[in-house]
C-alpha cells in the first residue's frame, strides 16, 4: 500500500511564496507519475500539476508560470514549489500517484490511484 504524506502548507498573503512536500514511503517517486490536486470549499477537485516518470511536467493554465513541479529523488520527495500566490490558489491541496510511469502525467485525477491525506493552503490578500 502506497502512502503518501503532505506538509508545507500555511496561510500565506497574496504575492508569498509556498513550498509543499509529498513524502511517500516504500515508493519510488521518480519511477510513476506524480500529481498536485487542490479542492476549494464547494468546488470541484481540480489538477494543478503532475510529474511523469521521464521529468515532464504538466500544468493547469492556472498554475503555469507560477508554480513548479519536480521529484527529489535523492530524499523521495515530490514538491510542489508556488510562487506569486492568490488568493484563489486558497484551497486543500493533494499529492496523488498510481503505479504507471504515466508518460504524460495527466491532470484528471480518474489516472491516480493513491492519495494524501491533503495540507491545507491560504492566501489572503
Known amino acids: 500500500q502506497v502512502q503518501l504524506v503532505e506538509s508545507g502548507g500555511g496561510s500565506v498573503q497574496a504575492g508569498g511564496s509556498l513550498r509543499l512536500s509529498c513524502a511517500a514511503s516504500t515508493y519510488t517517486v521518480s519511477n510513476y507519475r506524480m500529481g498536485w490536486f487542490r479542492q476549494a470549499p464547494g468546488k470541484q477537485r481540480e489538477g494543478v500539476a503532475a510529474?511523469?516518470?521521464?521529468?515532464?511536467?504538466t500544468y493547469a493554465n492556472s498554475a503555469k508560470g507560477r508554480f513548479t513541479a519536480s521529484n527529489d529523488s535523492a530524499k523521495n520527495i515530490f514538491y510542489l514549489q508556488m510562487n506569486s500566490l492568490k488568493p484563489e490558489d486558497t484551497a486543500m491541496y493533494y499529492c496523488?500517484?498510481?503505479?504507471?510511469?504515466?508518460?504524460?502525467?495527466?491532470?484528471?485525477?480518474?489516472?491516480?490511484?493513491?492519495w494524501g491525506q491533503g495540507t491545507q493552503v491560504t492566501v489572503s490578500s
Open positions: 496523488a500517484t498510481d503505479s504507471s510511469p504515466g508518460v504524460p502525467a495527466p491532470l484528471s485525477g480518474y489516472w491516480y490511484s493513491f
Open positions: 510529474i511523469d516518470s521521464s521529468g515532464r511536467t
